[in-house]
C-alpha cells in the first residue's frame, strides 16, 4: 500500500510542477513569457502610457495561428489580420489609446492572438 501511496504522490507532485507554471523554461525577468504546454495571458501591447486618456470603447481583431511540429523547418499558416489600422478602420475609430494583445496558445502548436483596441 505505501508503494501505491509513493506513486501517486509523486505523480501529484509532478503534475503540480508542469501544470503550476505551464511548464516555463525561461529565466525570470527576461520579459518574455514562455508557457510551452499552455498559455493564455493578456498583456499590454504599448507601454508608453503617458497622457493616455480612458476610453469605453474598444475593437479586437483576431489571428489564428497553426505551426508544423513535426518537420523542424518552422512552417506555420497565419489566419486573418490583427493590424491596428485595420482593426480601427473596420471598427470605426479615428484615436486609438492603447491596446492589449491577449494570447492562448498550447504546446506551442495552435496559437490564438487577439488584438484589443481602445480610442474613439
Same mark, same amino acid.
Given at each position: 500500500?505505501?508503494?501505491?501511496? /509513493? @506513486?501517486?504522490?509523486?505523480? !501529484?507532485?509532478?503534475?503540480?510542477? @508542469?501544470?503550476?507554471?505551464?511548464?516555463?523554461?525561461?529565466?525570470?525577468?527576461?520579459? &518574455?513569457?514562455?508557457?510551452?504546454?499552455?498559455?493564455?495571458?493578456?498583456?499590454?501591447?504599448?507601454? +508608453?502610457?503617458? +497622457?493616455?486618456?480612458?476610453?469605453?470603447?474598444?475593437?479586437? =481583431?483576431? @489571428?489564428?495561428?497553426?505551426?508544423?511540429?513535426? &518537420? =523542424?523547418?518552422?512552417?506555420?499558416? %497565419?489566419?486573418?489580420? +490583427?493590424?491596428? =489600422?485595420?482593426?480601427?478602420?473596420?471598427? =470605426? !475609430?479615428?484615436?486609438?489609446?492603447?491596446?492589449? /494583445? %491577449?494570447?492562448?496558445? *498550447?504546446?506551442? @502548436?495552435?496559437?490564438?492572438? %487577439?488584438?484589443? *483596441?481602445?480610442? %474613439?
Amino acid at each position: 500500500m505505501s508503494t501505491k501511496r /509513493l @506513486i501517486v504522490f509523486v505523480c !501529484l507532485l509532478l503534475s503540480l510542477f @508542469i501544470l503550476a507554471g505551464c511548464l516555463t523554461f525561461g529565466k525570470m525577468g527576461s520579459g &518574455s513569457l514562455k508557457g510551452y504546454v499552455f498559455k493564455h495571458v493578456r498583456v499590454p501591447y504599448t507601454t +508608453n502610457i503617458d +497622457n493616455t486618456p480612458s476610453s469605453v470603447f474598444q475593437s479586437n =481583431g483576431k @489571428i489564428i495561428k497553426v505551426e508544423d511540429p513535426f &518537420s =523542424g523547418y518552422g512552417f506555420y499558416a %497565419e489566419f486573418s489580420s +490583427n493590424a491596428i =489600422g485595420d482593426i480601427a478602420k473596420k471598427h =470605426g !475609430l479615428k484615436k486609438v489609446y492603447f491596446a492589449d /494583445l %491577449e494570447i492562448f496558445s *498550447i504546446l506551442g @502548436i495552435f496559437e490564438y492572438q %487577439e488584438l484589443h *483596441i481602445y480610442g %474613439e
